[in-house]
């Protein structure tokens, strides 16, 4: 009897279900969804100063007497040349235990050893080395390796001397650039490490950033929107130029007027509200990406192109909506 009772019933829900047919969903009823990352980068501004940087050469005192270009010998020119391209270690480069210099091509990077200790010098991640080539292999232990797993790998030389008061030069050729170092043993104090900061690298880096951030806000025209405040109930009239548009919708606050993809090699334009007794007006307006975004609502507007002969589509709110927004009557 309870079985009976339970297929009648479901029968009876069935019945019932079938007398509110679904209404049929068009295309219209959708649109692109974007993606918005919420944290996404800032464009950041960079401004290009004339502030010496502590290059090579920069801020060191002037030997006296110095040797005029004119008549300085080769030796001469050569020591010279050679003391100003040096770049010794400071405090104020010092990361931890690592002296983090300044890549600059062509300069001379001093590093300072001891017996029995071990001094590393780290490459740039994911910079691949080639070649190590020292002055002096007979008292100086030099190797390799690298550190990292499968998501990035660094190499790494290391230099050991096998007394002090020697001196050699060191030359690392990789896939990016080149080193030159000048190495040096003490009896006391060393360098545990020495790697290099990159300028332009950095510099490049910014600018892709600050690209990416342009293009995410190109794709995202508004934050917090939320798809049950959107309403559609738009339509687009009159002429069918290549730019006409292709969906219009507002949030209760904004007018976003989508155009097509052709819009960005075609001239944009200008949008005008109609009022209620027919007038015209220019109103503000922002683009973004694709989106022409208006900062008040309206009944009526038109997107005019040309002076004679006047290319006009009009977007005009249904009737039931405009009367809802303004109390019945047709504001512009």
């Not at 342009?214 to 794709?219: E, F, M, T, V, W």
Request: with cysteine; net charge negative.
């Amino acid at each position: 009897m309870l079985k009976s009772i339970s297929v009648a019933a479901f029968a009876a829900l069935l019945a019932g279900c079938a007398t509110y047919p679904l209404a049929p969903i068009s295309d219209e009823d959708y649109f692109e969804a974007i993606e918005v990352v919420e944290e996404a980068d800032l464009p950041v501004e960079i401004v290009e100063t004339v502030t010496p940087l502590p290059l090579p050469g920069q801020m060191k005192a002037v030997p006296t007497p110095r040797v005029s270009p004119t008549t300085s010998s080769p030796t001469q020119a050569i020591r010279e040349g050679r003391n100003l391209a040096q770049v010794e270690p400071s405090l104020e480069g010092y990361m931890n235990a690592v002296q983090v210099y300044p890549y600059t091509e062509g300069a001379l990077y001093r590093l300072y050893s001891a017996p029995g200790q071990v001094s590393d010098i780290a490459l740039q991640p994911g910079e691949e080395l080639i070649s190590v080539s020292a002055g002096d292999t007979v008292r100086w232990v030099v190797g390799d390796t690298t550190s990292g797993g499968p998501n990035g790998s660094r190499a790494h030389v290391l230099v050991k001397p096998i007394s002090a008061n020697l001196s050699t030069n060191l030359m690392i050729a990789t896939d990016r650039r080149t080193y030159h170092l000048e190495l040096e043993s003490t009896s006391g104090s060393y360098m545990a490490a020495l790697s290099w900061r990159y300028p332009q690298d950095e510099l490049k880096s910014l600018r892709g950033r600050n690209s990416r951030a342009r293009a995410q806000a190109d794709r995202t025209i508004a934050r917090g929107l939320t798809l049950a405040d959107l309403n559609f109930d738009y339509r687009v009239e009159g002429d069918r130029p290549d730019w006409r548009p292709v969906r219009v919708f507002d949030d209760g606050r904004h007018v976003f007027i989508q155009m097509p993809d052709s819009i960005a090699t075609t001239d944009a334009p200008p949008l005008f509200v109609v009022g209620e007794r027919g007038n015209a007006q220019l109103v503000n307006y922002r683009v973004r990406g694709q989106y022409y975004i208006v900062d008040r609502l309206f009944a009526r507007a038109e997107l005019r192109h040309g002076e004679k002969n006047q290319t006009v589509v009009r977007i005009v709110k249904s009737e039931a909506r405009r009367a809802s927004l303004f109390g019945g009557r047709d504001d512009g």
